[in-house]
């Protein structure tokens, strides 16, 4: 990011938490004001503990994440995996402990940014919950009383829906395009690395393309492998090996499901079981 955007970033952060605090910081004796506020939960101990297994599975130690601690900690193990080649799925794993971000009128602050209070009033895109929070400010600012908070609430989770349903909108869409991108190179080789176990099978990210498919454990014919949950690791019983997150493997494409938007790969003999 050049320093020109991340200045105008800070400036848009900037005014986001002083409308927030305009609003929300009471005086001695005032009444509480309606407000759309972007708040931001902490994150569960079993999120936070998964991470770290997570990433001793990696040869990464992270110190042990508290409610104070926790944002600064992962921000600091971000600038530390920048540029590995681990580090899109790390940052991956990082986001989905965190908790979701949403709208509401009742204030929790947001856990991420550090704000006590911040609201979205600077979105370049124009969201609603901006629009409500302009009006809510000028409305305010002409002297009028706080409105009712049931109205805007209900707002406020129509809008966090709607937010939610555009997102999963949007990673259906890039799937989709992956899995057809990679139909298309059937039976070539990819570099990858293993971005997701479970007991089905073994998720590997193709490093140059980020396209995500499954190994269906069924189909790795030179052991039985288990997943276990307890070391994260999957494991094949009567030889020993191993599959962890992080694992450079190579992979094909053996095949592709457009609706679904599923892809299966095999990994490639000399490299991992195939």
């Known amino acids: 990011m050049k320093e020109s955007n991340r200045l105008i970033e800070e400036f848009m952060l900037l005014a986001n938490k002083k409308v927030g605090e305009f609003i929300g910081k009471r005086k001695q004796g005032e009444a509480q004001k309606t407000f759309v506020y972007r708040i931001h939960d902490v994150p569960s101990d079993e999120k936070l503990r998964q991470l770290r297994n997570f990433l001793k599975n990696l040869g990464y130690k992270l110190p042990k994440p508290t409610e104070s601690n926790s944002v600064r900690v992962i921000r600091s193990l971000l600038d530390q995996v920048a540029g590995h080649a681990e580090e899109d799925i790390i940052r991956q794993m990082a986001i989905r402990t965190m908790a979701k971000a949403a709208y509401s009128t009742e204030n929790i602050g947001h856990y991420g940014l550090g704000f006590e209070f911040y609201t979205h009033f600077t979105s370049p895109i124009r969201r609603y919950p901006d629009m409500m929070a302009h009006r809510l400010l000028q409305h305010y600012l002409n002297g009028g009383t706080s409105v009712n908070a049931g109205d805007v609430e209900t707002r406020c989770r129509h809008s966090s829906l709607m937010e939610k349903r555009a997102s999963e909108a949007e990673r259906a869409s890039i799937k989709y395009k992956q899995v057809e991108y990679m139909l298309m190179h059937e039976g070539q080789v990819f570099e990858g690395i293993v971005s997701g176990l479970n007991s089905w099978g073994i998720y590997v990210e193709a490093l140059s393309t980020h396209c995500e498919g499954l190994v269906p454990l069924r189909n790795l014919k030179d052991d039985i492998y288990e997943f276990d ?46």
């Open 229 to 274: 949950e307890g070391r994260y690791v999957t494991r094949g019983l009567r030889k020993g090996k191993e599959f962890h997150m992080g694992d450079p493997v190579h992979i094909m494409v053996v095949s592709g499901d457009l609706q679904e938007r599923k892809l299966e790969y095999r990994f490639v003999d000399g490299n991992k079981p195939t």
